[in-house]
């Protein structure tokens, strides 16, 4: 079983900058990162495979959010810039065995999820 472990999340003014980070137990193919905020559906935000040659953003973070991993530590990191409040919500890191499943939502393991807020 793999267990994943998030940091980085935290409150930030709207324009601002977080990074977040989770490391995994040993090496999985494909990472990414959901997120749910109150009230509604967890929803993908963005996915990578092992030799970050594929990546996808949601429409709705794409050209602000950036992902990349480290294989050595068997991580993922996200750059999260020019956050808005609508960003506001639980991160939830997540693996996949197949990039067509992480995206679908079909997960092998979550993160226990690291709050970001984003005020106005």
């Known amino acids: 079983q793999v267990q994943l472990v998030e940091s980085g999340g935290g409150s930030v003014q709207a324009g601002g900058s977080l990074r977040l980070s989770c490391a995994a137990s040993?090496?999985?193919?494909?990472m990414g990162w959901f997120r749910q905020a109150p009230g509604k559906e967890r929803e993908f935000v963005v996915a990578?495979?092992?030799?970050?040659?594929?990546?996808y953003y949601s429409d709705s973070v794409k050209g602000r959010f950036t992902i990349s991993r480290n294989n050595a530590k068997n991580a993922v990191y996200l750059q999260m810039n020019t956050l808005k409040p609508e960003d506001t919500a639980v991160y939830y890191c997540?693996?996949?065995?197949?990039?067509?499943?992480?995206?679908?939502?079909?997960?092998?393991?979550w993160g226990q999820g690291t709050q970001v807020t984003v005020s106005s």
């Open positions: 997540a693996t996949s065995g197949q990039m067509a499943r992480m995206m679908k939502g079909d997960i092998d393991y």
């Open positions: 040993y090496a999985v193919y494909a």
């Open positions: 990578i495979d092992y030799e970050s040659e594929k990546i």
